[in-house]
């Protein structure tokens, strides 16, 4: 399997643990960030206020900026309000739709970024992608990764226990995602980078095998390092195929024809499991994940079938039918396998009964 090799600059800092934002006003000193400490704080709505009201007295030369995010918009706005100002570095505090916003924004005017996250719903911790709502879709656009990643616990805690489970699901993901680039590469010859196989499958691995639950301090720990990793590993190889495979486009799918019917790692985890019952259908090799997935799923209050995520059978096969037009580039089980409408539907009926 031919490895690719990129040059990609790492965080400066990765701080996970309880407490950790009572440091950032001495990681925003780093003079490799900071000169002066002319930087701008992005802050969403929820616990960003709280930390705000932590590292404000510390911070007397940044500006404070309130935002909703989540969209193409939102994220443009703030990068004109960006422009205005020669700051050194951007902060930005909240949950993946503030990450994702001040990601766009610090990018398109090459300002440097801190992230500061209060929720582990997905992988846009730390991630060379963000994603934004436009024009009725939540595409994908390409961006620099943060210059420092900063995950307080106790911020965690107090989020909703949805989140957290959301990004378990978001990491199992991992594990279909790669069996799909493999799979891409055995069809197709599309090169694989060994390096981001190893970070993103690694964190899924010791998701999957972790005894711990979101309120275990070591688990969340793992859990949070693991969706850095992954998007580490997505900036190592310069494409989002350690994370991304029929799962997302599952995903994506749902959020196309059935907006809002769940959090967008709840929607991977089952897109996974059935990309990957999917898999053991025509090689019995992958039995084994099938059934080590749909138990960490279940072990974790996770979704794992169309009913539990609030839909028919019906609906989940039009996502299913629809999911590779999310991205037409790429390969996975789903183009794979070309499955009409009334072979998926009776794909995902056995696929019911085999969860159950």
């Not at 961006?143 to 420092?148: E, G, K, S, T």
């Not at 009913?307 to 390969?331: C, H, M, N, Q, W």
Request: net charge negative; hydrophobic share 40%; proline share 5%.
């Amino acid at each position: 399997m031919p490895l690719l090799t990129r040059s990609v600059q790492t965080p400066l800092s990765i701080d996970v643990r309880r407490g950790a934002v009572a440091g950032l006003a001495s990681l925003l000193a780093d003079r490799r960030i900071s000169a002066g400490g002319d930087v701008a704080v992005v802050v969403g709505p929820g616990q960003g206020e709280r930390i705000v009201d932590l590292i404000g007295p510390s911070l007397d030369r940044a500006e404070f900026i309130n935002i909703e995010g989540g969209t193409l918009e939102s994220a443009l706005d703030l990068g004109q309000r960006l422009r205005g100002r020669n700051y050194d570095a951007v902060v930005g505090i909240g949950g993946g739709r503030t990450i994702d916003t001040t990601k766009y924004a610090a990018s398109r005017y090459g300002i440097p970024m801190v992230s500061v996250a209060t929720s582990l719903a997905n992988d846009g911790i730390a991630s060379p992608i963000a994603t934004l709502d436009h024009d009725g879709g939540r595409p994908s656009y390409g961006v620099h990764i943060p210059l420092a990643v900063v995950v307080d616990l106790d911020f965690v805690e107090a989020g909703p226990d949805r989140q957290t489970r959301s990004g378990i699901g978001e990491t199992l993901s991992n594990v279909s995602a790669i069996a799909d680039w493999e799979l891409a590469h055995r069809v197709r010859g599309e090169p694989v980078d060994g390096l981001a196989v190893a970070m993103a499958r690694s964190g899924a691995e010791a998701v999957i095998n972790h005894p711990g639950d979101a309120t275990d301090d070591v688990f969340v720990t793992l859990l949070a390092e693991a969706l850095i990793t992954t998007g580490l590993a997505m900036a190592i190889c310069g494409t989002s195929r350690p994370s991304s495979g029929g799962c997302h486009e599952i995903s994506h799918a749902l959020d196309i024809l059935r907006p809002g019917t769940a959090a967008h790692g709840e929607q991977c985890g089952v897109g996974a499991l059935f990309c990957t019952y999917l898999r053991a259908s025509v090689d019995k090799v992958h039995e084994a994940r099938f059934a080590q997935l749909s138990a960490c799923l279940k072990r974790h209050g996770l979704p794992r079938t169309p009913a539990d995520l609030g839909i028919s059978d019906e609906e989940f096969v039009a996502a299913v039918e629809f999911a590779p037009r999310t991205r037409p580039d790429r390969y996975t089980i789903l183009e794979h396998l070309d499955l009409g409408r009334d072979e998926l539907a009776d794909r995902v009926a056995d696929y019911a009964d085999a969860v159950h």
